[in-house]
């Protein structure tokens, strides 16, 4: 089953619109700015997305488009205006960014308050990716939880939801009653991470061991990983490369979380499986676009209106 990213997105930005409305009832307009250097098509396209949704909700949000020639003291000096600005509540460095910037202690020179990436070492924002993918295995697992629901109650047309079952209702209009099953069908799960960057792999990583799970990491130097990948309920592929994963090295009914994007030649967004594949062995993916991406954003904008209640105590 594909699972429909803006369709998630969308529940959660719906109290967001009603956040941003009390903000400015206030006089406060939550102000995100997202420098953007060079011309990379994926980064584009990720801006792109955060400047629609942000606007969907009444945040403003600023675009700083530089040449890939900016120099780090450039780069640094932008981040210290923006940083002593009231009016500005986040910041976003779009990666990837060219290899002469990488200087030592970049992701720290953002204000922590601001930095809703939360690359900061004392950032009080979650990495977004990662609780984009908790966000869509909570989706699935209470569809899973709500198809069992009803096939107790023998009549397809029903759709129980109780505290103690903890199911969605049938329009998917509740949010989650019980977390704690979540975490316990999480934690039963073999779940396999492909790929170790800094703004894929490698949070998804941290933030799931944090939960106490054990993922597996998959990397270009792992012996064998067909291995791991047959024996795998989720799969998180975070490469951003074609034919990551095919149909062949996957079990029946494994959950499929494509983290990875790139351009392919037809200058169309692709991600790491081909869904054409792997659509009938899969139980649930998804899709590229339109899948993990749109409520990656929406956790981005959750992080902005959490920095604006920290610097405005609204």
Do not use: C
Not at 170 to 183: A, L, M, N, V, Y
């Amino acid at each position: 089953m594909k699972i429909d990213g803006k369709k998630i997105a969308l529940k959660i930005y719906s109290s967001f619109k009603d956040r941003v409305g009390d903000l400015k009832k206030n006089k406060i307009t939550p102000h995100l700015v997202v420098i953007l250097i060079g011309d990379n098509p994926a980064s584009i396209a990720y801006v792109k997305q955060k400047q629609i949704w942000g606007e969907y909700i009444g945040a403003k949000i600023t675009i700083l488009k530089h040449p890939s020639t900016m120099t780090a003291p450039e780069l640094i000096n932008k981040i210290k205006l923006l940083n002593s600005d009231p009016y500005v509540h986040a910041i976003l460095i779009q990666r990837p960014i060219p290899p002469h910037l990488e200087i030592p202690n970049l992701d720290q020179i953002i204000s922590p308050q601001k930095d809703i990436d939360g690359f900061h070492s004392d950032s009080p924002h979650t990495f977004p990716i990662p609780l984009a993918v908790i966000k869509i295995l909570e989706e699935i697992f209470y569809q899973l939880n709500h198809a069992k629901g009803v096939a107790r109650m023998g009549d397809p047309r029903r759709a129980p939801a109780t505290k103690q079952s903890g199911v969605r209702t049938s329009d998917g209009g509740s949010e989650r009653q019980d977390p704690d099953k979540f975490i316990s069908w999480l934690h039963n799960q073999k779940i396999v991470v492909i790929g170790k960057g800094a703004t894929g792999g490698a949070p998804i990583l941290k933030y799931l061991r944090k939960l106490n799970t054990h993922p597996t990491l998959i990397d270009s130097k792992t012996p064998n990983p067909t291995t791991l990948t047959q024996k795998a309920d989720i799969i998180i592929s975070a490469v951003g490369k074609p034919n990551i994963i095919n149909s062949s090295p996957i079990k029946k009914g494994v959950i499929l979380i494509g983290v990875g994007i790139y351009r392919g030649e037809d200058g169309k967004l692709h991600g790491d499986y081909d869904e054409s594949d792997i659509e009938k062995i899969a139980s649930y993916y998804t899709p590229t676009p339109g899948g993990v991406g749109p409520i990656n954003v929406a956790m981005l904008m959750k992080n902005l209106l959490n920095a604006v209640k920290l610097q405005t105590k609204k």
